[in-house]
């Protein structure tokens, strides 16, 4: 059965600090590896990812994926309060889609 | 530019009733993505229309089904309703632009349908 891993499941971490959020699949069929943020409401997309070895970035943000490991990682630097948010990771397999359980981080001042 | 909107916003149904939610998405965007979010199993893929057309579809039973009309706008239908549906619904809208057979470009989400089963 298709499965998408994330860890760590929640992270505590200063002001300043990086961070690193991992995803892990096994999947049938992947076609992409997403990315997302999610506060107290909807879900804000992050990145797509459908090639391995390619970083995208988005301001403080980048995420790379290793379509050999089966693996992606989304990198925050210099967190703010801000980035406070539980991050989920999601795997297009086939016709499906799967999430994982989303890595909770927060960021103190 | 307005964003992706679902109504209603909440919902109160009992077992056994249906219900139907509606996503009006972005303007331009052609795709659009459900999904069903609960604390015990997160985010889960329903399904997602292109074109009118069901292209992707997730794991739930044939009581959940949807459809999408030529203004892109788009309807979830769960008949027979049980108690474990009670969930935050959640649409996302893409543009969509390319050729592969997915959800491309950056998805925007609604602020979902909280429909809770009694």
């Known amino acids: 059965e298709d499965k998408v891993v994330q860890s760590p499941l929640s992270l505590v971490v200063h002001e300043g600090d990086t961070v690193t959020l991992n995803c892990s699949y096994e999947v049938t069929n992947f076609r992409s590896l997403l990315w997302y943020k999610q506060e107290k409401k909807a879900p804000t997309f992050l990145f797509m990812l459908t090639s391995s070895g390619i970083e995208k970035k988005s301001g403080r943000l980048s995420s790379i994926l290793d379509k050999k490991e089966l693996f992606s990682i989304l990198n925050i630097t210099a967190t703010q309060t801000g980035d406070s948010a539980v991050y989920l990771c999601?795997?297009?397999?086939?016709?499906?889609?799967?999430f994982g359980a989303g890595t909770r981080l927060t960021v103190k001042p | 530019k307005a964003g992706v909107t679902q109504t209603p916003r909440y919902l109160i149904k009992t077992r056994g009733q249906q219900v139907t939610l509606s996503c009006s998405p972005i303007?331009?965007?052609?795709?659009v993505s459900w999904y069903q979010q609960t604390p015990g199993q997160g985010l889960q893929f329903l399904f997602e229309y292109f074109s009118e057309t069901q292209r992707n579809k997730g794991n739930f039973p044939g009581r959940f089904s949807g459809r999408q009309f030529s203004n892109s706008r788009s309807e979830m239908n769960v008949s027979t309703l049980e108690l474990g549906d009670s969930a935050l619904y959640l649409c996302?809208?893409?543009?969509?632009?390319?050729?592969?057979?997915?959800?491309?470009?950056?998805?925007?989400f609604g602020p979902g349908t909280r429909l809770t089963v009694l």
């Open positions: 303007s331009g965007h052609r795709s």
């Open positions: 999601a795997v297009e397999a086939g016709n499906d889609m799967r």
């Open positions: 996302a809208s893409s543009l969509a632009l390319g050729d592969r057979d997915t959800i491309l470009d950056e998805q925007f």
